[in-house]
């Protein structure tokens, strides 16, 4: 059992930026998979973005050029920069791994095996 935890979400104006980061409780990320998605009422949960260690990445079309995914081993970390927020990118943030070792970036829900609890992000206009 992997046990992910979220954090760094908040509220921010139009235009701002936060970070996200995704922590697992004794586990090394560097050996899964990882996926940001996020999740807006009345709509499927998406993929923000994906990353196969060490830096094969992948985005959801909405935040390509704003967002960057990025693994720091020594901290056991996957980073979410968001910069330039827009209100559509109000939502649930989760952050998920898979145990499936690959080169290339993981990009459907069904990929993921595990999944954290998710951080509220809100962006206001």
């Known amino acids: 059992q992997v046990y992910l935890v979220e954090s760094g979400g908040g509220t921010a104006q139009t235009g701002a930026s936060l970070n996200l980061a995704c922590r697992a409780n004794?586990?090394?990320?560097?050996?899964?998979?990882i996926g940001w998605f996020r999740q807006t009422p009345g709509k499927d949960r998406e993929l923000v973005a994906a990353?196969?260690?060490?830096?094969?990445?992948a985005y959801g079309d909405s935040v390509k050029d704003r967002f960057s995914i990025s693994g720091e081993s020594a901290r056991n970390t996957v980073w979410l920069q968001m910069r330039s927020l827009k209100p559509e990118d109000t939502g649930v943030y989760y952050c998920?791994?898979?145990?499936?070792?690959?080169?290339?970036?993981?990009?459907?829900?069904?990929?993921?095996?595990?999944w954290g609890q998710g951080t509220q992000v809100t962006v206001s206009s």
């Open positions: 998920a791994v898979s145990e499936t070792w690959t080169a290339r970036p993981l990009v459907e829900r069904s990929d993921y095996e595990y």
């Open positions: 004794g586990r090394t990320l560097s050996r899964y998979a």
């Open positions: 990353l196969a260690w060490p830096d094969a990445t």
